[in-house]
């Protein structure tokens, strides 16, 4: 499975970006996805993921109202749109994959990693 991401870059606090996620290769019948973050010096943090049956997601307190996961089954692709963005969500983000029927927040246990995408936030 290779999980590639994209879309990260350098903004102003306030500003908006958004993250795309491609999967290939290994296909599954069921799967969640879902976005972490790691700031330098901090530990990888769960931020938001989307559940198997694409109905339901999970987001971290300090994001809830700012970040919208969404997933497109049809191009197995998972997108994180990130509104009005602090200095505080400066880091690398990485997609990441479940397998199996599993819920949102249960991404925060992921199976497969993809490579991270950096987003800088000036304020």
């Known amino acids: 499975v290779q999980l590639q991401a994209s879309g990260g870059g350098s903004v102003q606090a306030g500003d908006s970006l958004r993250l795309s996620c491609v999967k290939s290769g290994r296909t599954f019948s069921a799967s969640g996805m879902g976005w972490f973050r790691q700031a330098p010096g901090k530990k990888r943090e769960f931020v938001a993921g989307?559940?198997?049956?694409?109905?339901?997601?999970y987001y971290v307190d300090s994001v809830k109202g700012r970040f919208t996961i969404s997933r497109d089954k049809a191009k197995n692709t998972v997108y994180l749109q990130m509104n009005n963005l602090k200095s505080e969500d400066s880091a690398v983000y990485y997609c990441v994959l479940r397998v199996g029927v599993v819920t949102a927040r249960a991404m925060a246990a992921p199976d497969y990693w993809g490579q991270g995408t950096l987003v800088t936030v000036s304020s």
């Open positions: 989307v559940n198997s049956d694409n109905d339901s997601t």
